[in-house]
């Protein structure tokens, strides 16, 4: 019996993946969901920095997701991301530098929504250093 469905995740700048998986797990903004076949359909959003976890052919593989939302329909998932990177496609260079800059903007103290944006950039730049940093030699 077949249990896989067909994911597709796409990203304002590509279609970052598209095919028959076994399960995934994604990062909401209520915490970490699994999905398999024939799970029952929900639209969830995505969280700000988080994973997005792949299992085919028995084999799992970890991507950097960044906002969005996930439909989860009885034919398949379709996730809309701000962003999506596999680990060797992170720049870490330019993660760290992202990170340095949000950081210094939290120190700044400004408005509100100068903090608040700060420290979502914060929260993507450390979560691509982490994925990063599991695949890819720092």
């Known amino acids: 019996m077949d249990k ?3 994911l597709e995740v796409l990203t ?3 279609k970052f993946y598209e095919g028959d998986v076994e399960e995934i797990i994604v990062t909401t903004t209520t915490g970490q969901i699994g999905i398999l076949k024939d799970h ?3 639209t969830t959003p995505i969280a700000q920095a988080g994973t997005l976890q792949i299992k ?3 084999q799992w593989k970890e991507a950097f997701i960044s906002g969005g939302f ?6 398949g998932v379709t ?7 596999w680990p060797e496609e992170i720049d870490i260079a330019r993660a760290q ?3 340095e800059r949000a950081e210094e903007k939290l120190r700044q103290k ?4 100068e903090y608040i944006a700060a420290e979502a950039a914060l929260k993507r730049a450390l979560m691509r250093l982490k994925i990063a940093s599991k695949y890819q030699e720092m």
């Open 70 to 75: 996930m439909e989860v329909r009885r034919d």
């Open 110 to 113: 400004k408005s509100k929504q």
């Open 97 to 99: 530098a992202a990170k």
């Open 4 to 6: 896989t469905f067909h």
């Open 12 to 14: 304002p700048y590509r």
């Open 56 to 58: 085919k052919d028995g």
């Open 40 to 42: 029952i359909p929900l």
């Open 79 to 85: 996730i809309l991301s701000s962003a999506a990177e």
